[in-house]
């Protein structure tokens, strides 16, 4: 069932997509599993939904690593090389789009999404405290920062999974500012992507705009909500995401 996007009456419930998007992925991420089927319910090509939600979710990212910034729980002297080092990576990824089958991922991406789930599922304690980091912070943040920065240019769903679970194992970070420094890295990568799809696709303005507004609300408000509640309520929610988004995942790579 679709909603064509020239009823006004369509426009509330974006704007409440993206609020309850911007709050749920400032927190534990996947706030895409909400706005893309929305996007897509309204009409739109895969391509201009993609695009769209790129637009709109940028405002989210955006607005929760500024209010986690604004907390003191992420140091520009300290993240920028990662910032650097994603921004690289999400360009070669988008360039290698049009060049790469996506296929491998579809079916490697929601094993791994796996067994990010079970090892913090299984290791409580996760993030709870801050602990030794295993790598220096600046090889992590380039040696990632590509990698990963790559990975969402280039097919993108989990990324903030991935990065926020490698941020606490390898570098010690308890959870919200392990949460505070993914937020950051997906915003350099959707700034990226963004002006890729800039060029090469188009956006529906009006969904875009609505759903960012509600993006940049959701976020910050999740972002205080975050701060509150610390591990304890990131934990359940980064598990609840992670567990729909490998689900759909497997659907899609393995059954569909």
């Known amino acids: 069932m679709s909603f064509p996007m020239d009823r006004v009456v369509v426009w509330p419930l974006l704007f409440l997509a993206g609020l309850a998007a911007g709050f749920v992925d400032s927190i534990a991420g996947g706030g895409g599993l909400i706005t893309v089927p929305v996007l897509l319910a309204t009409g739109l090509s895969p391509s201009e939904a993609l695009a769209t939600n790129k637009l709109q979710s940028t405002f989210g990212s955006g607005s929760a690593a500024w209010h986690y910034r604004g907390a003191n729980l992420v140091s520009w002297k300290e993240a920028w090389p990662g910032v650097v080092a ?28 796996s067994i990010a789930v079970l090892i913090v599922w299984l290791r409580p304690n996760l993030g709870t405290v801050q602990r030794p980091a295993r790598w220096a912070r600046v090889p992590f943040l380039l040696g990632f920062g590509v990698l990963l920065g790559f990975y969402d240019g280039f097919f993108g769903p989990g990324t903030g999974t991935f990065w926020t679970l490698s941020i606490v194992l390898l570098l010690g970070f308890e959870l919200l500012r392990a949460t505070a420094w993914t937020k950051w890295m997906n915003f350099t990568s959707n700034v990226v992507s963004l002006a890729a799809f800039a060029f090469a696709a188009r956006f529906d303005w009006v969904a875009g705009m609505l759903m960012g507004v509600g993006q940049w609300l959701g976020a910050r408000l999740g972002a205080r909500v ?16 992670a567990v729909v988004a490998t689900s759909r995942l497997f659907y899609d790579g393995w059954w569909r």
């Not at 060049?99 to 999404?113: E, G, N, T």
């Not at 610390?230 to 359940?236: F, Y």
């Open 86 to 113: 994603t921004a690289v990576g999400a360009a070669v990824g988008v360039l290698a789009v049009s060049r790469l089958d996506p296929s491998i991922l579809r079916k490697i991406i929601p094993v791994l999404l």
């Open 226 to 241: 975050a701060m509150r509640g610390g591990s304890r309520l990131i934990r359940p929610v980064f598990l609840a995401v």
